[in-house]
């Protein structure tokens, strides 16, 4: 295969500038037009959907979707962006744009298209910022405090459409021009618009060309033929009639969220800054005490030879995570860079085969020899690896408690819930110590806990394998100023210490940290990283009652995380019950994401992931069949 055409990068877009505007090679026509190209989206796409008055019209606590076919430079989104601002009904209600790109304008070409708005800059270096490489997939952007999220899908419109879940209350139609690219405006496009669209829902497209008028008319849209922008003489605007019956899904107004670990704790800021009341419950007595409570947790992903759904789950968490916790940089997050060493044969010849399948952007990654990884890492290493310049170490325990303080969030800690019982269409979480939890929908984070809870109780293919971490100090390690990992992992010194672990040890349960446990940490790293730890030292550290700490990760058969509505046997959902776990020693990268969509469902907004994605996250893959209610 062509290295141009390997996953998971997506060819750009070629420009030709012309007196400042962009103009596509590929499709030969203007991204805009020339008089006024924002004018022209304030008329075309702003005005004809009625977006300002629509705006003021949200109720307090929603949001408003509007779904655009082509993307390009992104002068649509910050227009309506903008407006969005001026017109909003209140700070909880939230802006859900999702468009599509086939050949997305690289970072360099956007900065470069933005410039000729300088009313729009505030809004365009904050979309600048968070502008995702250029790899396909679904890159979910949270703007502007999580008031503006855009989906941003970077692949062919039709793929989009079929694999997103969203209702749209407004569409902008925006391809180049039917001629010169009939790809956009097929009929079986037009059918998915029709497909994701809500009674009332509008169109505006600059496009009067006959035929999509008639497509859009087939498809149910009431469309009209207007004057069109500047010397463009018509243009079209449609509406879908309100006679079609829809049950919007009713978003929650309350939340239980079991478990303060990392991903209860994203989740319940996530919902809270949704406008959502949520409970946190945790049997500690405060956030992040259990697994999530390590004084330093890499975020890192291991990428599969095969770009398959598997490894996008994880490019695309690490991507998002790495988006979502640059707000907390030198507080909570250490963005050093991460090397993936390789550290065997195995691993080696592994990595060479990931990098001849594969096409990565050099700001995700790229390989490093020896010497490369050595000056990165300041350790002399004996071989070389992967360099993931975006990564680093959080402070898991810190940032768990500074999610979880929101007005909106009740924490009930000291809480040890037993049963979740069906109430009047809520549940009732019973057990010993807080106070009586009642609330619409509950969500189990709780880690390798929560198998006891999921009131389905059987055959949900969770274990529990605990893991032992050891710190180092100074006088053992020479102290990295990246994060190493291999056989086990290495983090930079903090505060005097540098965590390395963890031991995966199945079927033992001993909440203690061993001895054994830190000599089989200590010899790992020795054989993995022979210049960082002095044998002399760290043995005579070793018998000077060394410290660690023990916490129990929770794992599916598969080894993939789980997230969203929780099945039955008979692949039926249960009602109002969701489950965010099996991160394994993940947590920390897929977290966000996986909170991020959780957090759709439960107030009714448009899904971060794909369908691809979402099946294989959701709890029907874990469960067996014949399990009984409990
Ligand atoms: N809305 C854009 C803006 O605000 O700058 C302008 C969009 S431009 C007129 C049309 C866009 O559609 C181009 O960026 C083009 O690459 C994209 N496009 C063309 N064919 C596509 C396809 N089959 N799937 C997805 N996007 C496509």
């Not at 903008?82 to 900065?111: C, G, M, Y």
């Not at 770009?307 to 789950?313: C, I, M, S």
Request: aromatic residues 8%.
């Amino acid at each position: 295969m062509e290295r141009a055409s390997l996953p998971p990068q997506i060819e750009p877009a070629e420009l030709l500038w012309r007196d400042g505007i962009p103009e596509s090679v590929r499709f030969g026509d203007l991204y805009f037009n020339r008089e006024n190209g924002l004018e022209e989206a304030r008329y075309v796409f702003l005005q004809h959907n009625q977006l300002p008055e629509r705006f003021g019209r949200v109720q307090a606590g929603g949001h408003f979707v509007i779904a655009e076919a082509g993307f390009g430079t992104g002068l649509n989104f910050l227009a309506t962006w903008q407006a969005w601002n001026e017109h909003k009904p209140d700070q909880a209600s939230t802006l859900h744009f999702v468009s599509v790109e086939r050949f997305p304008l690289t970072r360099k070409d956007l900065i470069h298209a933005l410039t000729l708005w300088p009313e729009l800059t505030p809004f365009a270096k904050e979309l600048i910022e968070n502008y995702p490489p250029l790899v396909r997939g679904v890159h979910r952007l949270i703007l502007d405090e999580g008031r503006v999220r855009l989906t941003l899908y970077f692949g062919d419109i039709l793929e989009a459409w079929e694999a997103l879940e969203f209702r749209a209350d407004a569409w902008f139609l925006d391809g180049f021009a039917p001629a010169c690219n009939p790809q956009m405006w097929l009929d079986k496009t037009i059918t998915q618009v029709r497909a994701h669209s809500k009674p009332g829902t509008t169109l505006a497209t600059f496009t009067s060309v006959g035929r999509i008028k008639r497509a859009l008319a087939d498809a149910g849209f009431r469309v009209e033929k207007t004057r069109g922008f500047g010397r463009k003489r018509d243009m079209l605007a449609g509406l879908l009639p309100d006679e079609v019956g829809f049950d919007p899904a009713a978003g929650a107004k309350t939340v239980a969220v079991i478990g303060a670990g990392i991903a209860g704790c994203l989740l319940a800021r996530n919902l809270a800054d949704r406008g959502v009341e949520v409970t946190l419950v945790d049997s500690a007595s405060q956030p992040g005490a259990a697994a999530s409570g390590n004084r330093q947790g890499a975020t890192y992903v291991k990428l599969g030879v095969e770009f398959n759904d598997q490894t996008e789950l994880g490019l695309t968490s690490l991507l998002f995570s790495q988006r979502f916790y640059t707000p907390y940089r030198d507080r909570y997050w250490h963005p050093t860079g991460l090397l993936q060493l390789a550290w065997s044969p195995q691993e080696q010849d592994r990595q060479q085969r990931f990098l001849r399948r594969n096409a990565y952007p050099a700001e995700i990654l790229y390989p490093v020899a020896r010497e490369e990884a050595s000056r990165l890492t300041g350790i002399q290493t004996q071989t070389g690896g992967i360099w993931f310049p975006g990564s680093g170490w959080l402070e898991p325990a810190k940032l768990c408690k500074a999610l979880s303080e929101h007005a909106l969030i009740t924490p009930a800690f000291s809480s040890n819930v037993e049963r979740l019982i069906p109430l009047n269409g809520k549940w009732r979480l019973t057990g010993s110590g807080g106070p009586e939890i009642i609330a619409d929908r509950v969500v189990i984070c709780a880690g390798h806990l929560s198998p006891e809870l999921i009131p389905l109780k059987g055959e949900y293919r969770l274990k529990s394998i605990r893991g032992q971490v050891t710190h180092l100090t100074d006088k053992a390690l020479q102290t990295p100023k990246a994060v190493i990992c291999g056989a086990r992992y290495l983090n930079p010194m903090d505060d005097g210490v540098a965590v390395t672990g963890a031991t995966f040890d199945l079927r033992d349960t001993n909440p203690e940290t061993t001895r054994e446990s830190h000599e089989e940490n200590m010899k790992a790293l020795q054989d993995m990283l022979p210049g960082a730890l002095d044998p002399e030292s760290s043995l005579a550290e070793l018998s000077g009652q060394v410290e660690g700490k023990v916490a129990f990760r929770c794992t599916t058969h598969d080894y993939q995380p789980v997230a969203g509505r929780l099945y039955g046997a008979d692949g039926k959902e249960l009602t109002d019950i969701y489950l965010l776990t099996g991160l394994g020693s993940k947590g920390l990268s897929y977290a966000p994401l996986l909170a991020e969509y959780v957090a759709d469902q439960l107030t009714g907004q448009p899904a971060c992931l794909p369908s691809r994605l979402v099946r294989r996250v959701e709890s029907r893959r874990i469960h067996r069949s014949g399990m009984a209610l409990s």
